[in-house]
């Protein structure tokens, strides 16, 4: 049975009457012989096939929109002016560094509970110290013993090697060797400026002066301490040295904080949270719209401008010509690119390169960083002098889903509200320069054991020099195993012996899951500690990172969902950049990465063990 013949094609098409009416837009030749090389020339014979190729690709059909010519918009900027850490108090943003310093900037420790560490800051602050008495001319006849007296006042005391007390600087060659050449010949700096900083006059336990110099030595120690106060960017401290307005939240080991700056162009605040920041990139991605309680304090200076430009198309490498003949650049090859069907963000990137690029315009429209900008209002002249009022695509509700924008902001929280259609600049910097690696932690999930542990790869030493974990451990047991060494065990009584439980390396730290009252997650990890080998005394974490409240006597929980299968890799080191005023900012910070994995310690419980050595042993 034949299918009766189409009487007229274009109504058969248009009514899709006939879904078996082949249509097809592809030409393909036919070649009679393998020499392409006359081929490729693309000799002009036949004009009208020429045509009826530019009527096939839609080239003579015609569009009411015409080109756009100019383009009038009115932005209202603000710049914020006030910063909070999560549960801090909200104080001024300092427009002289970049916003990375107060979201990631750590207080430099310089004690572990009774012990002092951070030497070779201590030593810095010292020598910077004499160079000013150094310098000074009232006091460079007295030089010498006035240096002398300071040393004595503020010493840096020498260990004891055959106590146990002060084996984390005995027991490192490196640390041991430091302390022996400086103890007596140097001031500990850091007391000094500690003393300072709580009040205290420069010329305080330092007798025979007269009172011109004590005026010469307050003057100088308020240089000292502006001097310090200026190399490092470091939280507020109290009394206590507990830091005030740090952005580090150890349970979810990542920067927390907000930003705020007024409304551009209306009234009120506009608060920017950032949840969850790890450290490393500080961009406009990480920041949100809270609609939470306000921050308070925050200027009420919006500018605005007015600006008439020239509309220009988009161009890049690679980009589709809409002319037939025309040929493109063949260093990009989109060709090349191989997405899976779910690589959303490669096929949206597809298909604007290869389908709607020549359908975009840019606009120039230059703003510094640390703005919060809103466009007004937008309108376009076009060819034909028609003038047609732009709206934001992504205007409507935040929560529909359907709602398409770049750049912008989410808002936290379910509620129903407006989308916000502002551009955030923060003041941040595109390049900082990491350091070494002064400490590192890695949490990883033993399934073995059914606990989490907190490996100290890296342990920065007593004065300043960062070393693998596992040597430092090894090196201080060694060291304590000297001083007191284990009693000879009886001999055995048996093949086998019994055992509760095996030791694991001392730079391992446990973390325990616990539930804590009043608490509504069901699991959280706690820090604990694994018994000494040499008196049973728990092993101390190393790492500030670890020693979270510690020292307080409090204990240290991280949330579960923190640490996933892959593990979670924290480090701690000095950062360095300019701002735009070529100020250097230098800070320490931490960050957060993906682990490595699962691991084990081989920590085992109630096992036999031979105490006959194997025959021919």
């Known amino acids: 049975m034949t299918e009766p013949p189409v009487k007229n094609l ?8 006939t879904p078996t009416v082949g249509l097809w ?10 020499d392409f090389e006359r081929a490729l020339r693309a000799e002009v014979r036949d004009p009208l096939w020429l045509l009826t190729r530019q009527w096939q690709l839609g080239e003579f059909r015609g569009t009411d929109g015409g080109s756009p010519v100019t383009a009038t918009y009115s932005v209202a900027t603000a710049a914020p002016s006030r910063f909070r850490p999560a549960g801090g108090t909200a104080e001024a943003l300092p427009a002289d560094r970049p916003l990375e310093t107060l979201a990631e900037r750590r207080a430099v420790p310089f004690a572990f509970g009774a ?17 000013l008495l150094g310098q000074n001319l009232i006091l460079n006849i007295l030089s010498l013993n006035v240096r002398q007296k300071y040393i004595a006042r503020y010493p840096i005391a020498l260990p004891d090697p055959a106590a146990d007390g002060d084996s984390p600087r005995v027991a490192h060659p490196e640390v041991w060797s430091t302390l022996q050449a400086v103890s007596g010949r140097r001031m500990d700096g850091y007391e000094f400026y500690r003393h300072l900083k709580a009040g205290g006059l420069a010329h305080d336990g330092i007798s025979g002066l007269l009172g011109l110099h004590h005026a010469e030595l307050v003057r100088l120690g308020k240089k000292l301490v502006a001097w310090f106060d200026t190399l490092i960017d470091q939280p507020a401290q109290d009394a206590a040295r507990h830091t005030a307005n740090a952005t580090w939240d150890p349970r979810r080991l990542e920067h927390r904080f907000t930003v705020a700056a007024a409304v551009p162009g209306g009234t009120g ?3 920017l949270t950032v949840q969850e920041y790890p450290g490393g990139t500080l961009d406009w991605h990480a920041f949100s719209i809270d609609p939470g309680p306000p921050v308070g304090g925050t200027a009420p200076t919006s500018t605005a401008f007015h600006r008439t430009v020239f509309p220009a198309p988009v161009r890049f490498s690679g980009m589709p010509l809409p002319r037939w003949w025309a040929l493109e650049d063949g260093r990009t090859n989109f060709a090349a690119v191989r997405p899976d069907s779910t690589d959303l963000a490669r096929l949206i990137f597809l298909e604007f390169a290869l389908v709607y690029s020549n359908d975009w315009y840019q606009l120039p429209c230059d703003l510094p960083a640390g703005t919060l900008a809103q466009i007004q209002g937008l309108a376009v002249t076009d060819v034909f002098g028609q003038k047609r009022w732009i709206t934001p695509a992504g205007s409507g509700s935040d929560a529909d889903w359907q709602r398409w924008s770049m750049f912008t902001l989410d808002t936290i929280g379910d509620e129903d509200v407006a989308a916000d259609t502002g551009l955030l600049l923060p003041p941040s910097v595109p390049k900082v320069a990491e350091g070494p ?3 590192e932690v890695a949490l990883i999930r033993d399934e073995s054991a059914n606990m ?28 304590r195993l000297r001083l007191r060494p284990p009693p000879t065990p009886p001999a055995p009584a048996a093949p086998v012996a019994y055992e509760a439980m095996n030791s694991v390396p001392d730079n391992w730290i446990p973390f325990i899951p616990v539930h804590v009252p009043g608490q509504n997650r069901d699991v959280q990890l706690q820090r604990a500690a694994m018994p000494g080998v040499v008196d049973g005394r728990p092993v101390r974490p190393r790492t500030a990172l670890l020693r979270e409240g510690f020292d307080q006597g409090r204990p240290y929980y991280v949330n579960e969902e923190e640490v996933p ?10 950062n360095r950049t300019r701002w735009r005023d070529g100020r250097v900012a230098v800070w320490l910070s931490a960050r957060r990465g993906t682990g490595r994995g699962e691991g084990s310690s081989g920590l085992a419980f109630d096992f036999l063990v031979d105490t006959q050595p194997p025959p021919g042993g």
């Not at 837009?25 to 393998?34: A, S």
């Not at 299968?565 to 000095?574: A, L």
Request: glycine fraction near 8%; avoid cysteine; charge should be positive.
């Open 565 to 574: 299968q892959s593990g979670t890799r924290i480090t701690v080191s000095y």
């Open 25 to 34: 837009n592809r030409l393909e030749g036919r070649p009679r012989t393998v």
């Open 10 to 17: 274009r109504e058969e098409l248009d009514n899709r009457a």
């Open 437 to 439: 690696v002064l400490e």
């Open 452 to 479: 989490v542990w907190g490996v100290e790869q890296t342990v920065r030493t007593a004065t300043g020099e960062a070393r693998r974990g596992a040597e430092i451990a090894a090196e201080l047991l060694a060291h």
């Open 269 to 271: 605040e506009k608060a």
């Open 115 to 131: 012990d002092r560490i951070s030497y070779d800051l201590r030593l810095a602050i010292g020598r910077r110290w004499m160079k």
